[in-house]
């Protein structure tokens, strides 16, 4: 079993449209959180970083993370074209332990 | 405030060669962790470097090793080359091996 599942796509929306990014993980160890959003030929870009359950939001950007259910989400909202792009979901259990990446959600947002 | 750098962008090599990528970090960071991402995929961590000293090290077989620098940067060495090497290499830095982590663009190896 993977430590971290992640939905591939591609996902394909509107201008304007709310996109819901989500991710499972196995262990409840976990305690870290983040997003990131890889566009292509370039290295990821941090989004989001959570450290606990609930809700972070950062401007068109909340992250939701629910550890009864070992599951994250993030929504974007008012989404525009230039938030195309793949988005990364990241977890681990924090310093000197290793993080592990979903498999990327590919995003298109079509004007 | 420079960003993590990695060097060289490109590389093409042939099967059995060896090859060392360059990272430098973030200013203020002190820890570096190397990720292999083949196409379509998620990063995968390699290792980690605190301390000069390799903390960490994820699913990968001693082909893969690595060196940290005095002034925190780093070297990820690959020795005997496979087809399956082939990957973006992407260096993170961090403070004290802590959250969050800042990546580089990546080194892109291509294989012959």
């Known amino acids: 079993q993977k430590e971290v599942e992640q939905d591939p796509g591609p996902l394909s929306v509107p201008e304007g449209a709310i996109v819901s990014l989500n991710c499972t993980y196995s262990n409840s160890a976990f305690q870290y959180f983040m997003w990131y959003r890889q566009y292509s030929r370039k290295g990821p870009e941090l989004l989001m970083y959570?450290?606990?359950?609930g809700n972070k939001e950062d401007g068109r950007f909340t992250a939701q993370v629910d550890k009864s259910s070992k599951y994250i989400s993030l929504f974007i909202r008012d989404s525009q074209p230039s938030d195309s792009a793949t988005y990364l979901c990241a977890i681990g259990k924090g310093a000197g332990n290793q993080f592990y990446f979903g498999t990327g959600t590919s995003l298109t947002v079509i004007p | 405030d420079a960003g993590v750098t990695q060097s060289p962008t490109h590389l093409i090599k042939t099967r059995g060669q060896q090859v060392t990528l360059r990272c430098s970090p973030k200013?203020?960071?002190?820890?570096v962790s190397w990720y292999q991402q083949a196409l379509g995929q998620g990063p995968q961590f390699i290792f980690q470097y605190y301390e000069e000293e390799e903390r960490q090290r994820g699913n990968f077989p001693d082909r893969f090793s690595g060196h940290q620098f005095p002034n925190y940067s780093s070297e990820l060495n690959v020795n005997a080359l496979l087809l399956g090497d082939s990957a973006l290499y992407l260096c993170?830095?961090?403070?004290?091996?802590?959250?969050?982590?800042?990546f580089g663009d990546g080194t892109r190896l291509s294989i012959l």
């Open positions: 200013s203020g960071h002190d820890t």
């Open positions: 959570t450290y606990s359950s």
């Open positions: 993170a830095s961090s403070k004290n091996g802590g959250q969050p982590q800042h």
